[in-house]
């Protein structure tokens, strides 16, 4: 078939079947702009296997009507595909603006615990062990000085002096406006 290289031959095929590949598609779907779609969809179709039509093995709308039930089974399948997909997110509460939100908080936390722990690591190292005594492992400053066997005092002022950076670094517009930076 020489549909696919000849213009006034491929229009002369449409005017003759689009008629009947209309009423093949709309006896299976319901929805008027998917038939229409699916129409158009079987005579590309038609132009991709032309050269597959043996006019000795069935007429041409025979043909045709299967390349239609082959398209309009992919657009079933294609729909259940998708049906089960909205099935599974089916009963998930999805994200309001108030998840959204939280959402974002938790980042914004996030981030600046990064930074602290960023800050943390280059601590020096007896400001950080320290630090992290007390803060992680919620040692009292007394207790972490007799682990690390330092003097109370000692412990305290190192303790102070990580606070100070990790503030500086979690919240530096905090620092600026005090007038620490």
Same mark, same amino acid.
């Given at each position: 078939?020489?549909?696919?290289?000849?213009?006034?031959?491929?229009?002369?095929?449409?005017?003759?079947?689009?008629?009947?590949?209309?009423?093949?598609?709309? #006896? @299976?779907?319901?929805?008027?702009?998917? /038939?229409?779609?699916?129409?158009?969809?079987?005579?590309? +179709? &038609? *132009?991709?296997?032309?050269?597959?039509?043996?006019?000795?093995?069935?007429?041409?709308?025979?043909?045709?009507?299967?390349?239609?039930?082959?398209?309009?089974?992919?657009?079933?399948?294609?729909?259940?595909?998708?049906?089960?997909?909205?099935?599974?997110?089916?009963?998930?509460?999805?994200?309001?603006?108030?998840?959204?939100?939280?959402?974002?908080?938790?980042?914004?936390?996030? #981030? @600046?615990?990064?930074?602290?722990?960023? /800050?943390?690591?280059?601590?020096?190292?007896?400001?950080? +062990? &320290? *630090?992290?005594?007390?803060?992680?492992?919620?040692?009292?400053?007394?207790?972490?000085?007799?682990?690390?066997?330092?003097?109370?005092?000692?412990?305290?002022?190192?303790?102070?002096?990580?606070?100070?950076?990790?503030?500086?670094?979690?919240?530096?517009?905090?620092?600026?406006?005090?007038?620490?930076?």
């Amino acid at each position: 078939m020489r549909l696919c290289e000849d213009p006034v031959a491929f229009e002369a095929f449409y005017r003759r079947h689009v008629d009947a590949v209309m009423r093949f598609v709309v #006896r @299976r779907v319901s929805d008027p702009h998917l /038939a229409a779609d699916l129409t158009a969809d079987i005579f590309l +179709a &038609v *132009l991709d296997s032309a050269h597959t039509y043996v006019p000795g093995r069935g007429s041409e709308l025979a043909w045709l009507y299967g390349i239609a039930r082959n398209v309009v089974s992919a657009q079933h399948r294609k729909a259940a595909i998708e049906a089960r997909a909205a099935g599974r997110v089916a009963g998930r509460r999805l994200m309001d603006d108030d998840d959204l939100t939280r959402m974002e908080e938790r980042i914004d936390a996030e #981030r @600046r615990m990064r930074n602290a722990l960023k /800050a943390m690591q280059a601590l020096p190292e007896s400001e950080r +062990a &320290v *630090l992290e005594l007390v803060a992680i492992d919620q040692l009292t400053v007394t207790e972490a000085a007799k682990a690390l066997g330092i003097r109370h005092v000692t412990a305290r002022v190192r303790l102070h002096r990580a606070r100070r950076t990790l503030k500086n670094v979690i919240s530096p517009s905090a620092a600026y406006q005090e007038g620490r930076i």
